[in-house]
């Protein structure tokens, strides 16, 4: 439980295992319950999703955390794959909002193990495709 009193449903690390270890989906889409007492799965997509279909679900004006499996160039040319945990907290959400996602963060995060890189974003340009695999490297 994260100090705002949120928790993380038992389906939140079910569809990230199924993400990580049985390559179900490429992106799962994480947000509050509307009573904002627990972290619910949203959307998960299957493998054929793009980057471009990821950055498209995410709301200009609302709050969310995801996780992405992202395919990128090594230096040395080879094929690589990290888990991206996102928060994404955009300039439009409310403030409230905003608080309860930031407090209730590691409740998620500490729950899916196996996460590579951390993604913080308030708008579309530090997720981009580029940005991410900027901070991969």
Do not use: H
């Amino acid at each position: 439980m994260s100090m705002s009193g949120v928790t993380a449903q038992a389906e939140c690390v079910q569809a990230f295992n199924d993400l990580k270890l049985g390559k179900k989906y490429k992106y799962i889409i994480y947000k509050l319950s509307a009573d904002m007492k627990s972290i619910e799965v949203e959307k998960s997509s299957d493998r054929s999703a793009t980057y471009d279909d990821f950055i498209g679900d995410l709301p200009k004006d609302d709050c969310r955390y995801a996780v992405f499996d992202f395919d990128y160039k090594a230096p040395d040319g080879g094929d690589r794959a990290k888990i991206v945990f996102y928060t994404w907290s955009p300039d439009d959400a409310k403030i409230k909002q905003k608080m309860v996602y930031a407090s209730s963060k590691d409740t998620l995060r500490k729950s899916l193990n196996g996460v590579g890189v951390d993604v913080q974003g308030t708008d579309y340009d530090e997720v981009t495709q580029e940005a991410v695999q900027e901070k991969i490297r």
